[in-house]
């Protein structure tokens, strides 16, 4: 029962000040670069940092940032949700149940391999361009992903636990939380984590596509204007939330499930 | 198919009658499926300590299973006695949850609100294991594990304990130490152990009856008692001279 854990591999002799210092190093050193670069080309669709932080800093004050980051956060967490429920639960049956993998396979694989935009374009135009269509294409494009990653996961439970929990009664509530639970934890962790990525940027396309508010609609907005500033500052404001939840809830997490590890 | 568990009141608590007519291991690839165990009749007292032994590969693996109703493909049946029987399985890793610790890992042994739980530290010490309820089990060495897989099969107090070469693989001193422990379990609570092992002064300082299985016969060849006191269990010379005995080494 013992993994690798790369975190725990890479960077471990140096204290946590000194990667933090190269962080943020790397970050002004990008900046630096990007104002540098911007200043010399002098072009109007090449905006300087200083000019896009502006441009974030009037959206925020006018309110219009945090409502449309607000509204596209809500139909990632629903969408997300929906697509860690379902596609655990047929990861899940399909892993244990060989007749059942063997006959859904190949559908798996092709939902695998429908471009995102098609999904999105056949539930806008079966249920109308409504907030249930939107969330239903966004889920429908993560629950292959989530269900190819936790089959593997049941595919590999063990044996010898199971009949540890059979001889002593375990019952089949104990065995779900803390037999099989916690054996398919690293694969609901990274089927979270590739998640998260991807479906904030289908639930921008899905914006774009179809509906009035949330970031993807207004990155359309602002492409009709031709407005790289603005486009750049939504970019990097959502980008920032995405880091927020990356570090504040997801590695957090991950460090409680880890923490038996040797 | 055949019957496991079933509740026959004729038989003390603890006590149980093995029969197996055959066990086949269905073919595979090219291996053709051949009888694992046959003509298999056990009949065993409460509180007696068994051990089964024999080369490895003979089966007594399989047999354990099919007495811990963990397999149920065989000609024959299990019946164990009295109303309520509670089997503890000591498997020959220790199959701890990594993701729990020693502490919780006995606890889920346990009936949710058992008044038992209040005996955990007090098991703890007993295996030797006092301060360590709140480590994980890959922490530990595999002396420690075996140890908290000792303290999980006692502390529900089983009526019947089957026991898989539990010791195997450990060094000398740590192996002798978790015998000598299991003695001193077994005295202060006597219940009915099935042992496994290949080690033959393993087989003889722990059974007060031995049984020796052969891989060509696939059988039981032979049925005795060790005729040994409690005290003498721990006399290196009174052992191999029973050893002798019973195996007829010269």
Known sequence: MQRLNPATLSGTAQPWWLRVAWGVGSIIGFLVFWEVMALLIQHRHLPTPTAVFAAMAREFESGQLMFHIGMTLYRVAVAFVLAMLIGSAIGIVMGRNGRIDQFFDTWLILFLNLPALVVIILCYVWFGRTEVAAIIAVAVNKIPNVAVTVREGARSLSRDLAEMAHMYRFGWWKTLRHVTLPQLAPYFMASARTGLSLVWKIVLVVELLGRSDGVGFQLGTYFQMFDVSMILAYALAFIIVVQIIEFGILQPIAARVNRWRR | ?250
């Not at chain 2, 007594?60 to 399985?89: C, H, P």
Request: overall charge neutral; aromatic content about 6%.
């Open chain 2, 1 to 250: 198919m055949a019957a496991v568990g079933d509740r026959v009141n004729t038989l003390a608590n603890g006590s149980l009658k093995v029969r197996v007519e055959r066990k086949i291991f269905p073919a595979s690839g090219t291996r053709e499926a051949q009888p694992v165990l046959k003509n298999i009749a056990i009949d065993i007292e409460p509180r007696s300590f068994v051990v089964i032994t024999g080369p490895s590969g003979c089966g007594k693996s399989t047999l354990l299973n099919i007495i811990a109703g963990l397999d149920s493909d065989f000609e024959g049946d299990v019946q164990l006695g009295g109303a309520e029987t509670r089997m503890g399985y000591i498997f020959q890793s220790p199959r701890l949850l990594p993701w729990r610790t020693v502490g919780e890992n006995i606890a889920l042994a346990l009936p949710d609100g058992d008044p038992r739980h209040g005996r955990i530290d007090e098991m703890l010490r007993q295996v030797g294991l006092e301060g360590f309820a709140s480590q994980y089990p890959e922490r530990l060495s595999l002396g420690m594990q075996r140890r908290a897989a000792l303290a999980r099969g006692f502390i529900t107090e089983p009526d019947i304990l089957l026991m898989d070469e539990p010791f195997v693989s450990l060094d000398d001193p740590t192996a002798q130490s978790l015998r000598e422990l299991l003695i001193g379990l077994w005295n202060r609570r006597p219940t009915t152990v099935i042992f496994i092992t290949h080690d033959r002064q393993e087989a003889v300082m722990l059974g007060t009856r031995i049984l020796r299985m052969s891989g060509a016969n696939a059988t039981i060849v032979q049925d005795e008692t060790v005729r040994l006191s409690p005290s003498e269990r721990t006399d290196r010379d009174k052992v191999l001279a029973e050893q002798r005995r019973i195996f007829r080494e010269t």
